[in-house]
């Protein structure tokens, strides 16, 4: 695709819900990242994929958070029984390459609201 | 571990200039500077693979100091174009982000 595409746009979920976010990544890049970003913050690194494998999942903040990307293209992000603070954007990025990654293209994002 | 970012705010008069600071506790192997505008995804600006390496974009430069792990991002002349929220990224095994600098550039 044109750039990296992430649905839905906005998400409101009541507290203990399950909910899934999906990335498209632009075709044929390896590396895709998940982060998530509260209001007036940085993003926040969740975990990164290189193709299907979950190389690194330290940023995930419990085990209520749980990512795959199982063919190594789209990637789904999917968090159990949400709390009011998971409220936040997610934000998915994908690179072109491996090891040095170079430009970071990233999504619109989803707006996550937990009442 | 996510790099540091300083100053957290800028006011800026367009014409002025300002340096954002990145520094990281890592050993890292690129820095990169991204900008980011209210309620919009981050936007790559460049990255810096080499130690001491200054690349430039525009009226907007960076420097990257392998040695001390710190890289500075320079806005000259800033424009109103350039505000937003500026992100450096640091790359260890992962990619991780600071805080950001918010820059306002006034008329």
């Known amino acids: 695709g044109a750039g990296v595409s992430q649905s839905p746009r906005y998400k409101v979920a009541k507290r203990g819900q399950d909910v899934a976010l999906r990335c498209d990544p632009i075709?044929?890049?390896?590396?895709l990242f998940w982060y998530q970003q509260a209001l007036g913050q940085g993003p926040e690194f969740l975990t990164y994929?290189?193709?299907?494998?979950?190389?690194?999942k330290s940023g995930l903040p419990s085990d209520r958070f749980f990512a795959e990307r199982p063919e190594g293209s789209v990637s789904t992000l999917k968090i159990q029984r949400t709390q009011q603070e998971d409220s936040a954007v997610y934000l998915c990025?994908?690179?072109?390459?491996?090891?040095?990654?170079?430009?970071?293209?990233f999504g619109s994002g989803t707006q996550l609201s937990v009442l | 571990q996510q790099p540091v970012q300083s100053p957290q705010a800028v006011i800026l008069r367009e014409g002025e200039d300002a340096v954002i600071n990145c520094s990281s506790s890592?050993?890292?192997?690129?820095v990169h500077w991204y900008r980011q505008k209210h309620g919009e995804a981050p936007v790559f600006l460049m990255i810096l693979l080499k130690g001491g390496e200054q690349k430039g974009h525009d009226k907007i430069s960076a420097s990257f100091n392998e040695k001390k792990q710190q890289s500075s991002l320079y806005l000259t002349a800033s424009q109103l174009s350039y505000s937003g929220t500026y992100f450096c990224?640091?790359?260890?095994?992962?990619?991780?982000f600071g805080a950001g600098t918010r820059l306002t550039v006034k008329p």
């Open positions: 990224g640091t790359e260890g095994d992962d990619m991780r």
């Open positions: 990025a994908s690179s072109l390459t491996q090891g040095v990654f170079g430009k970071l293209f």
């Open positions: 890592k050993a890292l192997y690129s």
């Open positions: 994929f290189q193709n299907e494998a979950q190389l690194d």
């Open positions: 075709s044929g890049h390896v590396s």
